[in-house]
């Protein structure tokens, strides 16, 4: 089938009325927004989703992991669908756009074909896939990953937060757990796309338009526990302490030095830290941290892995510390669906925008949704790199850009008909 003209664009400024009109929901303190997963704020941005999806004539199905699908039907309704989404839930600050984007990108294809009169053979969903993030609940990815069958459902619902909380429970308390079993639309699936903004500085610092996403790093996220003695700051001798925070600070140390060792694709950090009692005056007994590494190479991810294995217990066993290690989340690297890259790059090249590939530093619904259907990315800049922090921005043209060239790749993969 012909791909549609160079003519076809969506409508940038409704696009970004939307995103501005979501961003009210659940704001943050500082411009961004605070909407994590689960949350009332989150019920209610779903709410405002699909009164949005319902007006443009979608109707909805919600799966028992509260995925939402909002289906324009095809012109021949039982061939397989073509997917397109991201996900609503924010970091604690977040930005207005991580993920956001993708989901109303969605939604915009749907109301420019409305508004041109387009009819397509093969269905389109717009998919709001539930706790991509996993700030509130780890692993991130938690719903498309049971979809994919890479998690168990029961483990998933019993997830829970810092404050106990059971994602199951909260799922249920939202008004969001629905009927349809996962992964149950997995076998009637054509193809899935999700737009992204790039969270890193290449595409702006290289002043390219849209970032044709060809892999996506692997990911190991390990939770670290590091067991001292609480004891006074003041009395107990310097060769008689069990400090716990010493003993993640030379961890954390180490966890640079691997990523550094492994470069340049490889990176490592803790992100996720807290130390006990946390009291001005007592020595630290206990650390709990995530150590995350990401290598487009599973072979540096296990190389890294192993050493800080080695290196963790060396260090605690050294200063008398109590160590237990716990894999909380990862996923091997990705090579995305050739025909879907394809589809994207060609995308880019008809509607005249500068383009380069691109390898995704971090962990995308689409990452999982690739092991049980044919999937690619397209990235469009974010100012300085910065994501996951209440100050990232995009613009209006690079929103736009980035929403043209997803629509001609997911509507000419449900084929126009004439």
């Known amino acids: 089938m012909p791909a549609p003209g160079e003519n076809l664009k969506i409508n940038g400024e409704r696009l970004w009325d939307s995103l501005m009109q979501m961003a009210k929901i659940g704001p943050g303190i500082a411009g961004g927004n605070n909407r994590q997963t689960l949350t009332d704020e989150d019920a209610e941005g779903r709410r405002l ?55 109303l990108a969605g939604l915009e294809i749907v109301r420019t074909l409305n508004d041109l009169g387009i009819k397509t053979k093969h269905p389109i969903v717009v998919t709001n896939w539930t706790n991509e993030e996993g700030t509130r609940y780890a692993p991130a990815m938690l719903a498309s990953g049971v979809f994919a069958g890479v998690h168990e459902e029961d483990w998933a619902n019993a997830r829970e937060d810092a404050k106990g909380l059971k994602f199951g429970d909260e799922l249920e308390r939202i008004g969001w757990k629905g009927d349809e079993p996962v992964g149950s639309r997995k076998d009637k699936m054509k193809a899935f796309f999700e737009l992204h903004i790039e969270q890193g500085p290449i595409l702006e610092a290289e002043g390219k338009d849209i970032g044709v996403v060809t892999h996506g790093q692997g990911l190991s996220w390990t939770q670290v526990t590091v067991t001292g003695k609480e004891s006074h700051t003041g009395s107990t001798p310097m060769p008689m ?16 030095e691997i990523a550094w060792a492994h470069k340049p694709d490889a990176v490592g950090a803790a992100g996720h830290i807290d130390i006990y009692p946390n009291s001005r005056n007592v020595i630290p007994g206990k650390a709990v941290f995530t150590v995350d590494f990401r290598s487009p190479d599973l072979a540096t991810i296990k190389a890294m892995e192993q050493q800080l294995d080695a290196g963790a217990k060396k260090i605690c066993n050294d200063m008398g510390l109590g160590l237990e290690m716990e894999t909380v989340g990862g996923f091997d690297p990705v090579t995305f669906d050739e025909t879907c890259v394809t589809a994207i790059r060609n995308a880019a090249e008809r509607l005249g925008y500068s383009h380069r590939d691109i390898i995704s530093g971090a962990g995308h619904d689409a990452c999982w949704i690739n092991r049980v259907a044919p999937t690619a990315m397209v990235m469009c800049p974010c100012v300085d790199g910065l994501s996951h922090n209440e100050a990232e921005e995009i613009s209006l043209d690079w929103a736009r850009a980035g929403a043209d060239v997803l629509f001609h790749a997911v509507v000419e993969t449900a084929e126009i008909v004439e």
């Open 241 to 256: 302490r069990k400090n716990a925070g010493l003993g993640m600070a030379r961890i954390l140390e180490l966890v640079d």
């Open 49 to 103: 989703f699909q009164k949005w999806c319902e007006d443009a004539g979608l109707t909805m199905g919600v799966d028992s992991m509260g995925t939402m699908f909002m289906t324009r039907p095809g012109t021949e309704p039982d061939l397989p669908a073509v997917y397109v989404g991201s996900h609503l839930d924010t970091q604690p600050t977040g930005g207005k756009y991580d993920g956001v984007l993708g989901v």
